[in-house]
């Protein structure tokens, strides 16, 4: 692969694309069914090389999509060169788990006359096989790692899935140029014509997302516009998955010992985690619980805040101002610390002020989401106070717990509760920054996400786009290579998981 | 468990129980909730030891069960008393299921500062945890294996969920008598109190499906009234997953080659099994595709065929007749075989006869579920055709091939394109009588299920029920017991799946 060069001919000041034609839908989903057909066909090695290829060109094409990257996101360099790698890693770890092949969490049962059913078990061995086209639309904070050569476009390639790429609106050139380094690498590694296919504009995803032909949904956005198309795709005649990763608050609990023992160093972390990227990700601490009388308060009272920075969009920015403005307005919240705002009503990071007993009274006016530079910190007076929080909240992607050694005895009801709200949970750790990694879990109950047993970061994310099939009495000749008796797969036989290496 | 007697007090002349009031749902919901805290932190050994109990108890209880069954079911006694055997073996095998623990899919990532992302990664650890309470609508045609007791049951009460049980209407004695021996064993094994509640009415089963504490529904039945239930559970404001097992017409694709060798034996287990429970199953093969001149349409139409049988209530009989009299009553159908319909309009099994290209011409119509005791045969002219159906069809539970060892080298494509429609594919067997194993894949696309990912039938049903959750750098006393370093599950390490025994 040392003889890729860059083919990106797009530049910050091309002109945007035209929508997609929404009567080239229907054509365009048709041809990622057939693709679908030969891509499925394709052994998990081959795919695996094709996803290698697609983070090769990537990783070449980096001088060129970063800059374009910057101009449309407003996004600083570094960010978006470790974005990129963040992104051609997965890729590459998806390939790793095509290699090994255990999330096709392959079972054979041999037949067996008399199994204790009452009915002799036939000859019975499952695997899993693609669902079929996915239409991924792409979030806006995320221009490499969340958008065309995403984690959803990853996991659905390695799933065996075709993919429609709905671009979103805030990076439109940077998305023509990857989406044509994505097919240029396809095609130059052999996998089938318009196995990705990008589609401009929210009328031709939606078009994309209630076609027949279109197996499944996947989206990283807003509650209100991923319910939207939640909507969309179980109101279908033949309704289909949709993996929807929507809004999340991610509440830090600290307890009074963490807050006796480190009280300026949480205030500093956590100005640095509502701050990061502009505030600007589904991951940002968005309340704060700290004990009244606290040494966090002062600290973050008197804490050098950033500046005023860019926001994706002037839309993120009426957005988050607009949140910001109703939390101010309303009884019992005050402001404890703020950075001035910017030009064109950029916002200053914001520290806005209350008590928990004021928010467990207006849970859902106060526990909310605001996509920016904000964080609420709520005082209380007593660990039954955390309880009483953590068992009033809806859905979140994380929840963060900072306490002492000496608070492990008593927390192990709190750390219950949150786990059954969350999809991940944090012991002194803020929750920005998603590692990709085998046991991650980005996902969490509604509203956090609209399907709560699925993640989109980490190795299992390709789970979403798979569907188990029986083969039962089959020819040897008729199964699937995985199926097979020498398949060398992790597999679990008669009900026993054998290692690889270890089935007949 | 040998001191377990019945206690059952109810008989096929008791009164019919009355409707669970509207207004005692939430408080029922409310207890399924605090029920579900109390389940979902009792060890896995311990929740086996109640599945156990509950099966012991249903045992000892069958002389009283299977009469209440015989008479509201219509269905034979051997055939009931197999049922039951089949579901207390089933609630025995999620006991195992829990005891050995793979289905937590334990994943432990170790720190890593080198993790070659572009960020350290952190130490994570995944579980999976109950989603909570769930509304199980139980099937009329498997009294006690799809009903009160049965598979959603079993596999939701052992991933750690309340379940709510909305009774069919077909057969309440039944279910109120059932369901007394579950909540008499439950209570005597120590699981808490309103783990399992019994509703009756439709109702109230919406009612508890649209309850903001109920978490996920189940359901075997209708396509129609999957449909309407899955609608409820998606448009609540915090929708939840609905896992429904509707419609399937489960083709059977018969070579010419194999309808060569065994014309006669092939159309004899054709008459069994689509009249087999009076064809009142799921699985019954609807259509069944022979070559044109073929000795199966011969030994079809000279078969005997078994007389008309009660089927499970008269709402059963109005819907096949109806179905089936539409099926005549179109062009290119004619009655190949029929035995005369007996009182009361009970069907006879009927054969019908058509084409394939009949059927392609009007699949809509002509490939549909009637279920009851009818068969649709199709001839074809050439393997081309079968393709082209497999191509036509909808979401199926299972598609079948009757095949030669000569025919292996060719029906490659077809078993792929069957692959993407159905979820469970049998070489040379019939589709009825589904084996509950670890490998069985109840399920496929819609309108097969609602939920095309997951299966009601066999081990890997307890997913449904389970959401992951990620603990990121928690001292080892706050994680859940799997997680720990000492734990003797197989884990996936770093990357690496290891066997029990093998981890740190």
Redesign the interface.
Known sequence: MSTLSSTVQITATSPAPAETALDAVPELVAAAVAAGQRW??TSRADRAGVLDAVADALDAAGDDLVPLAMAESHLPEGRLR?EL??TT??LRLFG?VLREG?YL?V???HADPA?????P??D???TQ?P??PVVVFAAVNFPFAFSVAGGDTASALAAGCPVLLKAHPGHLRLSVATADVVRGALTAAGAPDDLFTLLVGDEAGRAALTDPGV?AGAFTGSTVGGRTL??LA??RP????FFGELGSVNPVFVTRAAAEARGPEIASQAVASFTLGVGQFCTKPGVLLVPEGSSVLEALRTAELPGAAPMLSDRMVSGHNRVRHELEELPHVSVLARSADGEDATPGPTVLLTDVASLLADVEELFRECFGPTLLVATYAGEADLLALAQAI??QLTASVFGE?SD??A??EL??VL??K????????WPT?V???????H?G???AT????T?SVG??AI??F??????????Q??LPAELRDAAAL?T?V??T?Q?PGATA
């Open positions: 499925a066909a470790g790698q963040r890693f997965q790793e255990a969490d079972r054979v049962d199994w204790p059913m009452g009915a078990r036939p019975l061995r499952r096989v669902l079929g197996q939640f909507d179980t109101s033949v309704p289909i998955p809806d859905g050694e492990v005895p927390l192990g750390v219950t786990g059954t969350a999809g991940r949970l944090l012991w002194n750790g920054g590692s990709v990694t085998y046991a991650q879990q996902g109950p509604y509203p609209t399907a709560p047993s993640t190795t299992a789970d979403r798979l569907r188990p099939v029986a083969f039962q009495g089959f020819p000749a008729l992790p679990r008669d009900g998981l290692r």
